[in-house]
T-cell receptor
């Protein structure tokens, strides 16, 4: 399966714990995006990364959230000291080399459903 | 604040009919437009992308773009019960070097057998 992979698919944490969500892009894709979907709300952009670089983090909450995409291994979205409001579906998407003016399609992984007790 | 607006629905159509889904966007700098299908509890699946004004057809799906009116639509011909899902309109402005997608809240489509 050459699609975007995310794990875990379901994650349960108690308030104050840390959550780590992992994303491996499609083969040949070097651009990773994280989106969050709160219950009954639309998908919201969080962060855009390339290998070893954060390109756009304008959608990330200022505190407790961080993301990385190391040279080796998957992209990680980290949420420290989780609160109940962090309960949501977190989706990762990837795209190939981006060309100005092209369609730049993004393909989504299956998501991680985070539940904070 | 970039906005993408969709009717939330539900939109109900009989099997075999044409389903018409509409979307408007606020940012004139938007360059690429996408339709995703999302089944309940699943992830978004790319259906169509469109970049130029006019129509783009792929099988039973036709995307239509009118940049002057800031309007994009998706037509689904010969609708099937399996098309019942939420359809998300997404818009990308790549001019600033970031390729983030701004999504509408989605239109829920129900195809009645």
């Amino acid at each position: 399966n050459a699609g975007v992979m995310q794990n875990p698919r379901h994650l349960v944490r108690r308030r104050g714990q840390e959550a780590r969500l992992r994303c491996s892009p499609m083969k040949g894709h070097s651009h990773v995006y994280w989106y969050r979907q709160l219950p009954e709300e639309g998908l919201k952009f969080m962060v855009y990364l390339q290998k070893e670089n954060i390109i756009d983090e304008s959608g990330m909450p200022k505190e407790r959230f961080s993301a990385e995409f190391p040279k080796e291994g998957p992209s990680i979205l980290r949420i420290q000291q989780v609160v109940r409001g962090d309960s949501a579906a977190y989706f990762c998407a990837s795209s190939p080399l981006l060309i100005q003016g092209a369609n730049n399609e993004q393909f989504f992984g299956p998501g991680t459903r985070l539940t904070v007790l | 604040q970039k906005e993408v607006e969709q009717n939330s629905g539900p939109l109900s159509v009989p099997e075999g009919a044409i389903a018409s889904l509409n979307c408007t966007y606020s940012d004139r700098g938007s360059q690429s437009f996408f339709w995703y299908r999302q089944y309940s509890g699943k992830s978004p699946e790319l259906i169509m992308s469109i970049y130029s004004n006019g129509d783009k057809e792929d099988g039973r799906f036709t995307a239509q773009l009118n940049k002057a009116s800031q309007y994009v639509s998706l037509l689904i011909r010969d609708s099937q019960p399996s098309d019942s899902a939420t359809y998300l309109c997404a818009v990308m402005d790549s001019g600033a070097g970031s390729y983030q997608l701004t999504f509408g809240k989605g239109t829920k489509l129900s195809v009645i057998p």
